[in-house]
């Protein structure tokens, strides 16, 4: 069993920046491939950032630079650094893990088990 539980979100003015973590807990085996997703309200949670146990990521295209993802295996812990936000940016933050060697869509929802609660994200002009 694993379980997420995502901080750091808060409300910030256009062209900050924030660093969302996600404290993970259970067999690191359970989290082969770690990722962040976003959901927009009245929009469908869409993949921002995924991270393999090799440490290789994959970034969705409108990221273009300003996200990146990593993870800190001592701690446990997944990170998501976002620059230069935008008010697009707003939305709920969520934590997902899975178990899977092999994920053919690591960027969509239906790839992950296991999820966090979220964390707000609330960006203005």
């Known amino acids: 069993q694993v379980q997420l539980v995502e901080s750091g979100g808060g409300s910030v003015q256009a062209g900050g920046s924030l660093r969302l973590s996600c404290a993970a807990s259970g067999s690191r085996y359970s989290r082969n491939f770690m990722a962040w997703f976003r959901q927009a309200p009245g929009k469908g949670r869409e993949g921002v950032a995924v991270?393999?146990?090799?440490?290789?990521?994959t970034y969705a295209a409108f990221v273009k630079g300003r996200f990146t993802i990593s993870q800190d295996n001592a701690k446990n812990t997944l990170y998501l650094q976002i620059n230069a936000l935008l008010p697009e940016d707003t939305a709920m933050y969520y934590c997902a893990a899975t178990a899977d060697a092999f994920v053919r869509a690591p960027l969509a929802r239906i790839s992950y088990g296991y999820w966090g609660q979220g964390t707000q994200v609330t960006v203005s002009s």
């Open positions: 991270i393999r146990s090799d440490g290789s990521t």
